[in-house]
């Protein structure tokens, strides 16, 4: 839902100025922590190159959510500053999944050479169509189709078409051994350019996203609370 949220999020005549700046701050984000990253796991001991750069990975990701929270509250979030933040931690973020998606064909001793490349292969495949379908061609459609339709059914349609292509998306990277949290994020970039299913999505998704981050957060918490009485 995050990745869903981040897609919805792109300003995308805001990314179109700063897309080039955008993706090379990006670039030096992800690839730099990750050189970071495997230099500290080699620094401590480890030896093989696939367990520093699942090490480095962790490094990789930006949280665009801590990012775009943080802009909001200094009222600097719909600035050209902050929106080449978003855009950079965007595509920051695919970068991660990317390397994601590599590292589960990297821990398969039995892979073969085509297989490494598979999931760079796919990500940036479906990154340029599927990309090229959401900001041109998916706003004509909904448009045409919202002509034809009552208002009051534009929001639910337009709602249930976002968790159709969600669902057929997140099979599709998942099954081209691309990454499926990429399928959420190109599914709501589909609607970054319909301003009433960003509000609507706000609107129905506040709570849940509250109960959501409490449950889990508080999951995580608690695993790593060690009961030396706990007998399972």
Known sequence: MLLLEAGIDIDVAQLKVSGVRAVLIA??????????????AYGMGVKSWQAAMALGATFSPTSLAVASNALNAGNVLNTPVGQLIVAACVIDDVIGLVIMSMLEILVDTE????????????????????????????????????SRLPETWHTPVSFAIMIILLMAYMP???????????????????????????????NYTTNLFAWLLRIFFAASIGFQVKNKSNRF
């Open 27 to 40: 670039f030096a984000g992800a690839f730099g922590a990750l050189a970071v990253g495997m230099a500290i």
């Open 111 to 146: 892979a073969k050479m085509y297989q490494y490349f598979m999931p760079l292969v796919s990500a940036v495949v479906f990154l340029s169509c599927l990309g090229y379908f959401a900001i041109f061609l998916m706003p004509r459609f909904l448009n045409r189709l919202n």
């Open 172 to 202: 599709l990277m998942y099954i081209s051994k691309a990454s499926y949290l990429t399928g959420a994020f190109l599914a709501g970039l589909s609607y970054s350019q319909i301003p009433p299913i960003h509000h609507a999505f706000i």
